[in-house]
């Protein structure tokens, strides 16, 4: 059952600029967390938000939560060739449950 | 650095037979997962372990089983392929909902 919904599917955008993807999700949360995957291999984690916090940093990453929209956003700042992958959202259900349900991605390009 | 080590990046099997997938962690992580990611279906949840011999169903059992038989490692058992089953499987572990999942690298699974 899909929870998680990326948006857009797919962005393309020169290094140098900054790329947001957003991924709204439907039930509540108890955290929710964004990962990286290059083409053909696993994914990578990149950052959990937990359900009381608004945002958080991570490098030239920034993710911010909103629980009353049900929706979170991941922005990658001044982007290189390298961030070139598909990005995921993942929501962790309330109670403790240790699965994750993930959205369908975001593909993003990066031209140099 | 913790690791998730697919046995198999490529595997070509016959309709029919029983196909072992292997994962094994060295992180001594509680829970383990298996996913199956297939274009325009995102990644869906097969089967997780929170304990040895301790197993749960995720989305879509059907057609799979597995063996928790170590901490370590974690095996998903395809019965009698077919060839509906060919997808890119996914490994991954964690040691409670507060972190977020490591990844192997994949196995891409061709049933012919």
């Not at chain 2, 372990?49 to 170590?70: A, N, Q």
């Not at chain 2, 040691?95 to 994949?106: E, H, K, L, P, V």
Request: net charge positive; with cysteine.
């Amino acid at each position: 059952s899909q929870q998680g919904e990326e948006d857009p599917q797919a962005l393309s955008i020169q290094e140098g600029e900054n790329a947001t993807m957003n991924c709204s999700y439907k039930t509540s949360i108890n955290n929710l967390q964004w990962y990286r995957q290059n083409s053909g291999r696993g994914l990578v984690h990149l950052i959990l938000i937990r359900s009381n916090e608004r945002e958080k940093h991570s490098g030239r990453l920034r993710v911010t939560l909103d629980t009353s929209k049900k929706s979170s956003s991941l922005l990658i700042t001044a982007s290189r060739a390298a961030d070139t992958a598909s990005y995921f959202c993942a929501t962790g259900p309330p109670g403790g449950s240790e699965k994750l349900v993930f959205g369908k991605g975001t593909k993003l390009t990066v031209n140099p | 650095d913790v690791k998730v080590t697919q046995s198999s990046r490529y595997l070509v099997k016959r309709t029919g037979e029983k196909v072992f997938l292997e994962c094994v962690q060295d992180m001594d992580h509680e829970n383990m997962f298996w996913y199956r990611q297939d274009p325009g279906l995102g990644l869906r949840l097969i089967y997780f372990s929170y304990d040895v011999k301790m197993k749960e169903k995720g989305d879509i059992p059907e057609g799979y089983s597995v063996s928790r038989e170590k901490k370590e490692r974690f095996s998903l058992i395809l019965e009698s392929a077919s060839t509906n089953q060919t997808s890119m499987y996914l490994c991954a572990s964690r040691i409670d909902s507060f972190y977020g999942y490591t990844f192997g690298s994949g196995t891409r699974l061709t049933v012919v």
